[in-house]
């Protein structure tokens, strides 16, 4: 591991330097810096032992949703992925039970009333939607406060550096994430009325209608008049042998330490999941430098949108459809990764096995909704409404869509709106979070033109998509059908401005010039990558559509428009491959080993709850003899009684039920916690964070 000193997009800033210690190993670490990254940076990836087998335990969810990266600071046990780092702290791997810190007399004791305060709404969540929402809702100078557990506003979009599909308009399409989640929070900063609660965690909601927040390691009691939930989502996990290995973690804990912390977190990683988030995943490891070996995906086709699938696989990844993971392999971190060809019933095919040297595995399976906090809103009777993905999952554009929606909602439960949601804002979203539509062949929309130069669309999918139509300046560029899922298509003039190629969120539009030389045309081609592969006079392989290799080329010109954080590449290529030629490969395929193992062996030794390592043999032992209620299951197992909360293995047991074919209907679920989330008993009783700091909190782990 190292850190990421070159980015082709990420300004990359000077940081001051400070020093701690790990296991008495001197670490050195950016101020601010949380101590997951710096740890990660220093070559260390395991970060405790479990108390009940010593297991090695790693970084899985970088986002404070799970307790994997535990470590003792200082001390005290705390989440090394939202602990940031102090100068001369000293820290440990946690080794067994976690100890618990009491070292406060009485006589020194000083506690303070809790502050109750009350506000016209709450927002949790300063990610797209509670963000978008603030912004509407900060017109009507209405107190508002928005809790979210980060330094710095924005959400998942602080992770994004590439650029966002949906409509320039409504939601900043063709701008990266990284500027969207800016823009917004620049957006609402204009109304002194809306007060941004960073470093702050909602803990619980109670049933007096008071919401309980730590900030900065104080505990407020807050009473809204509108609670909205924009909570976002947490990821999902897979069950497989190795599962708990360091190095196995969750794609957005990867773009965690790449694109935020700027840590080269692996030298080569497999990406399990072809949706949105592995395939992006994928792109962004490209970008820092990373190696991905491959992705597989256990459906025929890949989920996520096709323009981004393409950008992997014309970069040089492999892509295996109908293939899962078998295992992963390794003693103190990842070694290996296998997978397999699965059958109609996703079943993997012995015989079909694949082998391939990672240090790292990204499972990207899918999200689940963060909704407790409004569910439990609604049961206490508050006024509570939900948006982004914490009310469904979807892209990021949706998201701000609908929390403009639940702002509306709530204006009007509080009186200041009379008129309903407009019933085109509800088709508008239904369009932002539409599932890819129709795929077209490259026949289908090729267009034949007299101009010497032109736009080439490599973008045969129906998704939300128009910056390409916005930003031409001849408006040459037009929907093929009535709204934004359509396709583009080019008629007209064309200056070749290479606009639309710098804004294309997916990559997929190239120019041919054939103002020079009809019969053998410059081909200019977006590039987001090393800068170094495409430097002037390199050979280089040019791609198709599907990735096929057409020829090698000569980069006779390398053109970078900063503004874009984009690079432009020229090659000069015959006229018959002009129009086919989508990408610049630059990754070569790794060779693979033969697995010498039994699948039907695998499957009871896999961990279910990570935090208390029960394994699926446990678990479905109870169930085949007759238990039904995961509370029953928890007594007698221990799991989803971890530090988690059962956050993570909760859907893992109810899809264990369903698949030793437990009806729905049939299934108690999990009881939720009173406090969603694990907060020190100190903090309750108003005990001051300068004496937290100084060892005297009780832990709450």
């Known amino acids: ?16 330097e400070i020093k701690f210690t790990f296991d008495g190993k001197e670490i050195r670490a950016f101020e601010g810096e949380m101590l997951s990254s710096a740890l990660f940076a220093a070559g260390i990836k395991i970060f405790s032992r479990h108390k009940k087998d010593s297991a090695p335990q790693g970084i899985f969810c970088a986002n404070g949703q799970c307790a994997q990266c535990s470590i003792v600071a200082d001390g005290r046990v705390v989440k090394a992925c939202v602990t940031p780092a102090r100068e001369s702290m000293t820290a440990q791997t946690l080794k ?16 303070s009333k809790i502050e109750e305060v009350e506000t016209d709404v709450l927002i949790l969540g300063a990610g797209p939607s509670g963000l978008a929402c603030a912004f509407e809702i900060g017109k009507f100078n209405l107190d508002t406060i928005i809790v979210d557990d980060k330094d710095k506003p924005g959400g998942k979009l602080v992770l994004q550096t590439h650029k966002f599909f949906g409509s320039v ?43 309980g927040v730590v900030r900065n390691g104080t505990y407020y009691l807050i009473k809204p008049k509108v609670f909205i939930a924009a909570s976002g989502a947490r990821e999902k996990t897979l069950m497989f042998p190795g599962n708990t290995l360091p190095g196995v973690y969750g794609a957005g804990a990867f773009q965690t330490l ?21 395939l992006i995943a994928g792109y962004h490891a490209i970008q ?15 989920g996520g949108y096709k323009v981004h699938e393409d950008k992997l696989r014309r970069l040089g990844v492999p892509i295996f459809t109908s293939h899962t993971i078998v295992e992963a392999c390794g003693k103190e971190g990842v070694e290996s990764v296998t997978i397999a060809e699965v059958d109609k019933n996703f079943k993997p095919v012995p015989g079909t096995e694949k082998k391939f040297k990672a240090d790292t595995l ?76 129709k795929t077209y062949s490259i026949e289908e929309i090729r267009s034949k033109t007299d101009n010497k130069v032109y736009p080439v669309f490599h973008c045969r999918q129906e998704i939300p998509c128009n910056p390409c139509v916005t930003v031409c300046p001849k408006k040459s560029i037009k929907l093929s059908g009535p709204n934004i899922m359509s396709l583009p298509k080019f008629s007209g003039d064309c200056i070749g401005c290479f606009k639309c190629l710098a804004i294309c969120p997916g990559l997929a539009i190239t120019i041919v010039d054939k103002r020079k030389d009809a019969l053998n045309p410059i081909v200019y081609m977006p590039y987001e990558n090393d800068s170094q592969f495409i430097e002037k006079g390199k050979k280089v392989e040019i791609v198709d559509d599907d990735a096929n290799v057409l020829c090698q080329a000569e980069v006779i010109s390398a053109i970078e428009f900063k503004a874009e954080n984009i690079w432009v590449a020229g090659v000069k290529l015959p006229e018959e491959i002009a129009e086919k030629a989508a990408s610049i490969k630059i990754l070569s395929l790794q060779e693979r080993d033969k697995w010498q193992g039994d699948i039907s062996k695998l499957e009871d030794e896999v961990i279910v709850c990570r935090c208390e390592r029960v394994s699926l043999g446990e678990i479905r032992k109870h169930i085949r003899a007759g238990v039904r209620d995961l509370n029953q299951l928890k007594a007698l197992t221990r799991a989803g009684m971890g530090a988690c909360g059962s956050k993570t293995c909760n859907s893992l047991l109810l899809s264990v039920m369903k698949s030793e074919g437990v009806k729905t209907e049939e ?27 100084d060892k005297t909190s009780f832990s709450g782990f």
Not at 672 to 681: A, N
């Open 1 to 16: 591991m190292s850190r990421i000193e070159k980015h082709p997009v990420l300004d990359i800033k000077p940081r001051k």
């Open 96 to 111: 067994g039970p976690a100890p618990v810190s009491i070292g406060v007399k009485r006589e020194d004791s000083s506690f």
């Open 169 to 211: 308009e409504d939601c900043y399409a063709g701008t990266r994430g990284i500027d969207i989640a800016d823009k917004l929070a620049d957006d609402v900063s204009r109304y002194p009325s809306v007060k941004m609660w960073n470093n702050s965690t909602c803990a619980a909601v109670f049933s007096d209608k008071k919401i």
């Open 258 to 278: 790449v694109n935020r912390d700027l840590i080269k977190a692996c030298e080569n990683i497999f990406i399990i999941g072809g949706g949105n988030v592995g």
């Open 288 to 302: 820092a430098g990373i190696k991905v070996a491959g992705l597989v995906e256990a459906a025929s086709h890949c």
């Open 362 to 437: 990204l499972v990207a399976v899918g999200l689940n909704p963060v909704n407790e906090f409004y569910t439990q809103a609604v049961e206490s009777g508050m006024n509570a409404f939900v948006c982004g993905d914490a009310q469904e999952i979807a892209e990021a554009s949706a998201a701000m869509f609908s929390g403009k929606i639940a702002a509306h909602k709530a204006l009007k439960s509080l009186g200041f709106i009379t008129s309903d949601v407009p019933s085109f804002w509800f088709e508008k979203l239904d369009i932002l979070k539409s599932r890819p539509g």
């Open 667 to 693: 299934i108690t679920d999990l009881t939720k916690r009173p406090l969603f989330v694990e907060t020190e008993f100190g903090v309750f009783a108003g005990l001051s964070s300068s004496q937290k700091e």
